[in-house]
């Protein structure tokens, strides 16, 4: 009886305080009521309580079976702790590549590998801090009470998505969340970098179209808001869809309106002296074709995204 007694001291040190007694007192039950069913067959000996400890395993595997400790993140509120996550890490991922960005401009050394290198540094320095406070924030909330059903309590039938599979694509807004804040800080580079700095810049926007960084800079905000918005929605509903394909023709537009204006980007003679002349009169030359080549790259899209908002159309008729 003292190994019996050893055993279920061991397990109830495994368990939290208020369940020692109660769990201590049904696995002694048992345990005994198995050693009795053994005796009966085997008649009475040492070894049948020894067989049936070792049945039962490791006190720690046995507090488990009889107590089922609360997980950090409940399970149904796993769907939603990996959104968030999922949503904070590309934030940060998209603070990680502007910051380097910035950092390159005022440096004036534009160079991939450090981009690469030096976002992920950033980005790994803050999405593990993310990943503790989130992870707290979810155990303490939960400990309350499902996360997922105070937070989904109004959810009606009308909010059912009319197509499950017509999804936003999360890796397509962080590429717009990147690309129209990494366009502002271009248009913007006298605001935020040392006029000394700027000065060496080699480009700069030509005087005779420094409207369109008023106009592209409106364009940037708002299509930057769309895409903020939606890594808040799961499924697309009409409008919203409209307004992202409206934005893409939009920005066609302008690339055509560019294109036909040009230059738009014209290179400082004092600060370009150590660039080959070849490479400037590329950059000089080839502007009219890029933005022709963004326009019809853009135009495709927006043909397809007409063509899914049709399918999208018929479904909400159904």
């Given at each position: 009886m003292?190994?019996?007694?050893r055993?279920?001291?061991?397990v109830?040190q ?5 369940k ?12 005994l ?11 009475g000996?040492?070894d049948?309580?020894?067989a049936?400890?070792k049945?039962?395993g ?5 507090a ?6 609360p997980?950090?993140i409940a ?9 968030v ?38 980005f790994?320095?803050?999405?593990s ?5 989130l992870t707290l924030?979810?155990y ?6 499902s ?5 989904y ?8 998505p ?17 690309t129209?804040?990494f ?8 605001l935020w ?6 000065q ?11 409207h ?5 800079t409106?364009l ?10 939606r890594?808040t ?10 307004a992202?394909i ?14 036909a204006?040009t230059?738009?980007?014209f ?6 002296a ?14 009219t074709?890029?933005?022709l ?8 899209l927006?043909i397809?995204?007409l ?5 999208l ?5 159904d």
């Amino acid at each position: 009886m003292d190994l019996v007694n050893r055993y279920i001291s061991a397990v109830q040190q495994a368990l939290p305080a208020d369940k020692q007694d109660e769990i201590g007192r049904e696995l002694k039950a048992n345990i005994l009521d198995d050693i009795d069913a053994m005796n009966a067959q085997n008649g009475g000996s040492d070894d049948n309580v020894q067989a049936v400890l070792k049945k039962y395993g490791h006190p720690e595997l046995t507090a488990n079976r009889f107590y089922e400790r609360p997980a950090l993140i409940a399970g149904i509120d796993m769907a939603l702790y990996k959104k968030v996550l999922f949503h904070g890490a590309a934030f940060l991922f998209t603070y990680a590549v502007v910051l380097t960005v910035f950092a390159m401009l005022q440096d004036d050394s534009i160079n991939p590998i450090r981009l690469l290198l030096q976002s992920l540094m950033i980005f790994i320095d803050k999405v593990s801090l993310l990943f503790l406070i989130l992870t707290l924030t979810f155990y303490y909330l939960g400990k309350s009470g499902s996360i997922s059903g105070r937070l989904y309590k109004t959810w009606t039938l009308d909010k059912l998505p009319s197509d499950p599979s017509f999804k936003v694509s999360n890796s397509d807004t962080i590429t717009d969340i990147i690309t129209n804040s990494f366009l502002l800080l271009i248009l913007w580079t006298h605001l935020w970098m040392s006029n000394d700095v700027y000065q060496q810049q080699v480009l700069s926007l030509a005087p005779s179209a420094e409207h369109w960084r008023i106009i592209l800079t409106v364009l940037c905000v708002q299509s930057l808001i769309q895409a903020l918005y939606r890594l808040t929605q799961t499924y697309w509903q009409r409008r919203s869809y409209i307004a992202y394909i409206v934005d893409h023709a939009v920005f066609a537009l302008a690339a055509l309106f560019m294109a036909a204006t040009t230059p738009i980007i014209f290179v400082k003679e004092e600060a370009s002296a150590t660039i080959p002349s070849m490479i400037l009169s590329f950059v000089e030359s080839s502007q009219t074709h890029f933005l022709l080549s963004v326009a019809a790259i853009l135009v495709v899209l927006v043909i397809i995204q007409l063509t899914k908002l049709s399918r999208l159309n018929e479904i909400e008729r159904d």
